[in-house]
């Protein structure tokens, strides 16, 4: 419609231009003529509408003859219409012939010609002729460049509808900032400038067309799930147009149903209602009961309506939509193939199984027979729920094959999408795609268990999809840790500095009267954060590289695998069953690829996660006890670690055999448990029977070939004076540290510095890497921060892990941490929803700061996400509970491990229970003396901690560290 818009603002500003042979009277009834078509058009009398635009075409043949202007604009006219309806190769022969005539007048007319391409390029986009339709839009907007007097409100309108095409491509990345270009330009040019406000004219046209904008980019924001933004627009949108027009114009209908959509599907029904039922009431007055927008409006309502289980009422509506469209734009029109599929999702939660399944075969038929094929996103959709559909009437294996096909396409969308999203954006987009995956995933438990090949296939989906947000992070921040371009590095500074200045306020608890200011501080940093985030995203060109790993497959990954390894895969997910359709819990899963002689992916049912995770926390409260000095008891450790062994080793070692070092990759409750502390009853630990590394997913292992140039020395972080007066600003005056943290106090650990000489010693002696031994009041944040790329990191002291409960003794390098204590009531709680301000560990000059209410010395894992490590090989943490954190299935620890490698290190060493003091200083002597020596990290680290269990039985004292990444 657009287009079509636009093309009549040229026909009013230039006018007809009459022959000759016509009157000034004749040509103005034939514009007259050629707008009430348009009327009719706009109020959905198709056939009227037609016969009245053929009548004018065959007038303005009569009297200017087959090659006139007037005529150009008579056909595009009556193509518009045919397009309306469906009738596409009709529509696109009008639209030639239109786009024929005024090319030859587009030296004269350049505005004319852009404005017939663009009619042209909406058809083809309409109808999947992306290639076409983009080189018509370009054309329009080289033509529209060459206009003397620029009209920028129809370049920008051009560019809009590139954007749309864009958009209905899944090429998100490329229309987001044609669209807020577009909104941008328009509001500027709602501001009335000083003769407006002179002469008291009216804004009302530059303020529709803004609130038009703000639909344009709330629209794409919905497809890109930013679902904040689209209701911010959404909502200011719909307020312009109740402020200018009347409530009966089809402008405001459309504006209250695009709210009550995003209302509707956000958790705001009683709000939806009111205005989806407005909408239709409104729309019936306006249109009557047979026009394709009313259509769509009792689709929306429809929809509301099957959420609130009232499916009848439902169906009565989605009947009558269907029926408006197939008779106005025909049965396989976009618009109602999408109330077809409606009406068959309200089929499937009646439990009309056969019905839903024919007409989904249907839809599915359709889409794939049009032009967008198998790249249309909806296509996926179409996929999926026809799968459900067979999935629920026992046809399994048909459903498996259309799932499959349909996470390929979700895929491609994904990989486009985080080329723009910030993180948290992609995590939140990424957790309705993932139920898609681990249904998939349950499903081939449940009925493809005996097919040789479907454990490959499934675990090569698992590849593509684990750890994504990660690994798309690690991408985007290396390549900005790489670039030359001077305004990436300052505008990568700047987002540093914001990540920290809203580390520090999201740790403060804020007076009462101060509490309004402190939320807006955040709020503003944070909206800062997001727009840097996304920004440097699609300036770092990172997805220039992306395909590669995307593309990892079990058979790259067995090629990876160095002789006599295996990787084990770990995946959780729901316990589905589909007759009767419920989830029956969750359960762990587990993938096996080796490179062993005639080995095949396995893949293995572990049981319910919900006592395996039990067992794990029993361990893990039997090691707490031993560290806080309290009475533990070792035969029960000793049972737990056996059971553990018997529910998640025990299922694997059939196919272990020849296997000598395993590669893991954890998921959920899995990440808590260090592997090698587990046995079978009066068996050795697996320690003593594989060396184990773990990564956050396969794809990593492709990257352990690759290295970069390091400042070649070893930074060593030991002993902090905690105490240390730190004059880095001065007290809050208006809140505080949170309550709770400000009453910590951190304990010097002599033996950190016993430690560290020791390894600097080991290092100087046995390598050539220059060591830079930091202790006392040296070991300060700022000294840290400012660090890059140094080839080892090793950081002796406390560690910490914010959660609601304390533990942790006086001979451990840590404090599990501090206890979450609510309020006096009446007060503010400042809530620590970034989860990578959990965790961290503690440098010089913390307490002093602590009791000022600074966070100086408090070194979160959000500040470490800041540092320049690309290029360092080892981080080694030294400390208690470094390797704990938020977990989020699928993704991973959100904690130090995650911060240290999305910084750049390429192999970290990490702790996940409190550690003794004294016993871990030997352990990592012991673990440097061998690098030194040449041994590799993993061995090191593995022959480290079997000696120390040759002097230390206990697991406590040796079993907390684990080594992630390359073992190289």
């Given at each position: 419609?657009?287009?079509?818009?636009?093309?009549?603002?040229?026909?009013?500003?230039?006018?007809?231009?009459?022959?000759?042979?016509?009157?000034?009277?004749?040509?103005?009834?034939?514009?007259?003529?050629?707008?009430?078509?348009?009327?009719?058009?706009?109020?959905?009398?198709?056939?009227?509408?037609?016969?009245?635009?053929?009548?004018?075409?065959?007038?303005?043949?009569?009297?200017?003859?087959?090659?006139?202007?007037?005529?150009?604009?008579?056909?595009?006219?009556?193509?518009?219409?045919?397009?309306?309806?469906?009738?596409?190769?009709?529509?696109?022969?009008?639209?030639?012939?239109?786009?024929?005539?005024?090319?030859?007048?587009?030296?004269?007319?350049?505005?004319?010609?852009?404005?017939?391409?663009?009619?042209?390029?909406?058809?083809?986009?309409?109808?999947?002729?992306?290639?076409?339709?983009?080189?018509?839009?370009?054309?329009?907007?080289?033509?529209?460049?060459?206009?003397?007097?620029?009209?920028?409100?129809?370049?920008?309108?051009?560019?809009?509808?590139?954007?749309?095409?864009?958009?209905?491509?899944?090429?998100?990345?490329?229309?987001?900032?044609?669209?807020?270009?577009?909104?941008?330009?328009?509001?500027?040019?709602?501001?009335?400038?000083?003769?407006?406000?002179?002469?008291?004219?009216?804004?009302?046209?530059?303020?529709?067309?803004?609130?038009?904008?703000?639909?344009?980019?709330?629209?794409?924001?919905?497809?890109?799930?930013?679902?904040?933004?689209?209701?911010?627009?959404?909502?200011?949108?719909?307020?312009?147009?109740?402020?200018?027009?009347?409530?009966?114009?089809?402008?405001?209908?459309?504006?209250?149903?695009?709210?009550?959509?995003?209302?509707?599907?956000?958790?705001?029904?009683?709000?939806?209602?009111?205005?989806?039922?407005?909408?239709?009431?409104?729309?019936?007055?306006?249109?009557?009961?047979?026009?394709?927008?009313?259509?769509?409006?009792?689709?929306?309502?429809?929809?509301?309506?099957?959420?609130?289980?009232?499916?009848?009422?439902?169906?009565?509506?989605?009947?009558?939509?269907?029926?408006?469209?197939?008779?106005?734009?025909?049965?396989?029109?976009?618009?109602?193939?999408?109330?077809?599929?409606?009406?068959?999702?309200?089929?499937?939660?009646?439990?009309?199984?056969?019905?839903?399944?024919?007409?989904?075969?249907?839809?599915?038929?359709?889409?794939?027979?049009?032009?967008?094929?198998?790249?249309?996103?909806?296509?996926?959709?179409?996929?999926?729920?026809?799968?459900?559909?067979?999935?629920?009437?026992?046809?399994?294996?048909?459903?498996?094959?259309?799932?499959?096909?349909?996470?390929?396409?979700?895929?491609?969308?994904?990989?486009?999408?985080?080329?723009?999203?910030?993180?948290?954006?992609?995590?939140?987009?990424?957790?309705?795609?993932?139920?898609?995956?681990?249904?998939?995933?349950?499903?081939?438990?449940?009925?493809?268990?005996?097919?040789?090949?479907?454990?490959?296939?499934?675990?090569?989906?698992?590849?593509?999809?684990?750890?994504?947000?990660?690994?798309?992070?690690?991408?985007?921040?290396?390549?900005?840790?790489?670039?030359?371009?001077?305004?990436?590095?300052?505008?990568?500074?700047?987002?540093?500095?914001?990540?920290?200045?809203?580390?520090?306020?999201?740790?403060?608890?804020?007076?009462?009267?101060?509490?309004?200011?402190?939320?807006?501080?955040?709020?503003?940093?944070?909206?800062?954060?997001?727009?840097?985030?996304?920004?440097?995203?699609?300036?770092?060109?990172?997805?220039?590289?992306?395909?590669?790993?995307?593309?990892?497959?079990?058979?790259?990954?067995?090629?990876?695998?160095?002789?006599?390894?295996?990787?084990?895969?770990?995946?959780?997910?729901?316990?589905?069953?589909?007759?009767?359709?419920?989830?029956?819990?969750?359960?762990y899963l587990a993938f096996i690829v080796s490179n062993q002689p005639g080995a095949t992916v396995q893949m293995l049912d572990l049981g319910p996660s919900g006592s395996i995770n039990q067992v794990i926390t029993?361990?893990?409260?039997?090691?707490?006890?031993?560290?806080?000095?309290?009475?533990?008891?070792?035969?029960?450790?000793?049972?737990?670690?056996?059971?553990?062994?018997?529910?998640?080793?025990?299922?694997?070692?059939?196919?272990?055999?020849?296997?000598?070092?395993?590669?893991?990759?954890?998921?959920?409750?899995?990440?808590?448990?260090?592997?090698?502390?587990?046995?079978?009853?009066?068996?050795?630990?697996?320690?003593?029977?594989?060396?184990?590394?773990?990564?956050?997913?396969?794809?990593?292992?492709?990257?352990?070939?690759?290295?970069?140039?390091?400042?070649?020395?070893?930074?060593?972080?030991?002993?902090?004076?905690?105490?240390?007066?730190?004059?880095?600003?001065?007290?809050?005056?208006?809140?505080?540290?949170?309550?709770?943290?400000?009453?910590?106090?951190?304990?010097?650990?002599?033996?950190?510095?016993?430690?560290?000489?020791?390894?600097?010693?080991?290092?100087?002696?046995?390598?050539?890497?220059?060591?830079?031994?930091?202790?006392?009041?040296?070991?300060?944040?700022?000294?840290?921060?400012?660090?890059?790329?140094?080839?080892?990191?090793?950081?002796?002291?406390?560690?910490?892990?914010?959660?609601?409960?304390?533990?942790?003794?006086?001979?451990?390098?840590?404090?599990?941490?501090?206890?979450?204590?609510?309020?006096?009531?009446?007060?503010?709680?400042?809530?620590?929803?970034?989860?990578?301000?959990?965790?961290?560990?503690?440098?010089?000059?913390?307490?002093?700061?602590?009791?000022?209410?600074?966070?100086?010395?408090?070194?979160?894992?959000?500040?470490?996400?800041?540092?320049?490590?690309?290029?360092?090989?080892?981080?080694?943490?030294?400390?208690?509970?470094?390797?704990?954190?938020?977990?989020?299935?699928?993704?991973?620890?959100?904690?130090?491990?995650?911060?240290?490698?999305?910084?750049?290190?390429?192999?970290?060493?990490?702790?996940?229970?409190?550690?003794?003091?004294?016993?871990?200083?030997?352990?990592?002597?012991?673990?440097?003396?061998?690098?030194?020596?040449?041994?590799?990290?993993?061995?090191?680290?593995?022959?480290?901690?079997?000696?120390?269990?040759?002097?230390?039985?206990?697991?406590?004292?040796?079993?907390?560290?684990?080594?992630?990444?390359?073992?190289?």
């Amino acid at each position: 419609m657009r287009s079509l818009l636009l093309l009549l603002i040229v026909a009013l500003l230039t006018g007809p231009v009459p022959a000759l042979a016509a009157s000034y009277e004749e040509a103005s009834d034939l514009l007259m003529e050629r707008r009430y078509a348009q009327k009719l058009l706009a109020a959905g009398r198709y056939e009227e509408a037609l016969k009245q635009a053929r009548q004018v075409l065959a007038n303005a043949r009569r009297l200017f003859g087959t090659e006139h202007r007037d005529t150009a604009m008579s056909l595009d006219t009556v193509a518009a219409i045919l397009r309306k309806m469906g009738r596409f190769d009709e529509s696109e022969r009008y639209f030639v012939q239109a786009l024929q005539i005024v090319r030859a007048h587009r030296q004269e007319a350049p505005a004319d010609y852009a404005a017939a391409l663009q009619n042209l390029a909406g058809l083809y986009r309409e109808t999947g002729r992306y290639t076409e339709s983009e080189q018509l839009y370009r054309e329009a907007i080289e033509t529209l460049k060459t206009v003397e007097q620029k009209d920028d409100e129809a370049l920008i309108s051009v560019y809009g509808n590139l954007a749309v095409l864009y958009q209905n491509q899944g090429r998100y990345a490329e229309a987001e900032p044609l669209l807020k270009a577009e909104y941008e330009w328009a509001l500027k040019a709602a501001q009335p400038d000083a003769l407006s406000l002179r002469m008291h004219l009216s804004m009302d046209r530059q303020r529709l067309f803004l609130a038009d904008r703000m639909s344009s980019l709330a629209g794409l924001y919905l497809k890109m799930r930013r679902t904040r933004e689209a209701t911010e627009l959404t909502a200011a949108a719909l307020e312009i147009k109740r402020q200018i027009l009347k409530p009966d114009d089809p402008r405001l209908i459309r504006e209250m149903n695009n709210l009550g959509m995003i209302y509707r599907d956000n958790g705001r029904p009683q709000e939806a209602e009111g205005l989806l039922q407005q909408a239709v009431t409104s729309a019936r007055n306006v249109y009557g009961n047979r026009h394709p927008e009313l259509a769509v409006y009792l689709d929306n309502l429809a929809l509301l309506l099957q959420r609130k289980e009232a499916y009848a009422q439902a169906e009565k509506l989605q009947q009558e939509a269907i029926s408006i469209s197939a008779h106005s734009l025909g049965g396989s029109h976009p618009t109602t193939l999408m109330q077809r599929n409606n009406l068959a999702v309200n089929y499937l939660m009646q439990e009309r199984y056969a019905a839903a399944e024919q007409l989904l075969h249907d839809i599915l038929t359709d889409s794939l027979a049009g032009p967008t094929g198998t790249h249309y996103p909806e296509v996926a959709t179409r996929m999926t729920n026809l799968a459900d559909a067979l999935r629920l009437q026992g046809k399994h294996l048909e459903a498996h094959r259309l799932q499959t096909e349909a996470l390929r396409i979700k895929e491609r969308k994904r990989d486009d999408l985080f080329q723009l999203l910030t993180e948290q954006q992609k995590l939140q987009y990424l957790q309705e795609e993932m139920a898609f995956v681990r249904l998939h995933l349950a499903h081939t438990r449940q009925v493809l268990a005996q097919d040789p090949g479907a454990a490959a296939t499934a675990l090569d989906v698992w590849l593509r999809w684990k750890g994504i947000v990660m690994e798309s992070q690690g991408r985007y921040l290396d390549a900005l840790y790489r670039t030359d371009d001077p305004a990436l590095k300052q505008q990568f500074e700047e987002l540093v500095a914001v990540r920290r200045q809203l580390a520090g306020l999201q740790l403060v608890q804020p007076a009462p009267q101060s509490a309004q200011s402190h939320a807006t501080r955040i709020e503003l940093l944070e909206y800062r954060k997001e727009q840097l985030e996304t920004d440097l995203t699609k300036r770092s060109a990172v997805y220039a590289k992306a395909g590669t790993s995307q593309r990892f497959t079990s058979n790259e990954l067995r090629k990876l695998l160095p002789k006599g390894a295996a990787y084990i895969d770990f995946v959780l997910v729901e316990d589905w069953h589909f007759q009767p359709l419920e989830v029956r819990g969750l359960r762990y899963l587990a993938f096996i690829v080796s490179n062993q002689p005639g080995a095949t992916v396995q893949m293995l049912d572990l049981g319910p996660s919900g006592s395996i995770n039990q067992v794990i926390t029993d361990y893990r409260r039997q090691i707490a006890a031993q560290a806080g000095g309290g009475k533990a008891d070792t035969s029960r450790l000793v049972a737990v670690a056996a059971e553990l062994h018997a529910r998640i080793v025990a299922p694997l070692l059939p196919y272990l055999q020849g296997v000598s070092s395993l590669i893991i990759s954890p998921d959920a409750g899995l990440h808590l448990l260090p592997f090698e502390v587990l046995r079978a009853k009066g068996k050795p630990y697996l320690l003593e029977q594989y060396a184990i590394s773990y990564v956050g997913s396969g794809r990593d292992m492709a990257r352990f070939g690759t290295s970069v140039a390091s400042s070649g020395k070893a930074l060593l972080f030991a002993d902090p004076d905690y105490d240390l007066p730190l004059h880095t600003g001065e007290a809050r005056p208006h809140g505080e540290l949170l309550a709770q943290l400000t009453s910590l106090q951190f304990s010097r650990l002599p033996d950190t510095k016993v430690e560290t000489d020791a390894i600097a010693g080991l290092l100087r002696h046995g390598t050539q890497i220059k060591v830079q031994n930091l202790a006392g009041r040296q070991a300060l944040e700022s000294t840290l921060l400012a660090q890059s790329q140094p080839r080892i990191l090793h950081l002796a002291t406390h560690g910490f892990f914010l959660q609601d409960e304390t533990s942790g003794g006086s001979e451990t390098r840590g404090l599990k941490a501090v206890q979450l204590i609510k309020p006096a009531s009446g007060a503010a709680h400042t809530q620590l929803t970034n989860p990578m301000l959990r965790s961290g560990i503690a440098l010089a000059g913390v307490n002093g700061a602590l009791a000022r209410g600074r966070d100086d010395g408090l070194v979160t894992a959000e500040k470490i996400l800041g540092m320049r490590l690309l290029g360092t090989d080892l981080v080694t943490l030294s400390a208690c509970e470094t390797g704990v954190g938020d977990i989020k299935a699928g993704e991973g620890v959100f904690g130090l491990k995650r911060a240290f490698i999305l910084a750049g290190a390429r192999t970290v060493v990490l702790s996940l229970w409190s550690v003794p003091s004294r016993e871990t200083t030997e352990l990592m002597t012991e673990f440097y003396r061998l690098m030194a020596s040449g041994t590799p990290k993993a061995a090191a680290l593995r022959q480290a901690q079997r000696t120390m269990l040759g002097k230390y039985p206990h697991p406590f004292y040796w079993g907390a560290f684990q080594l992630v990444g390359s073992p190289d």
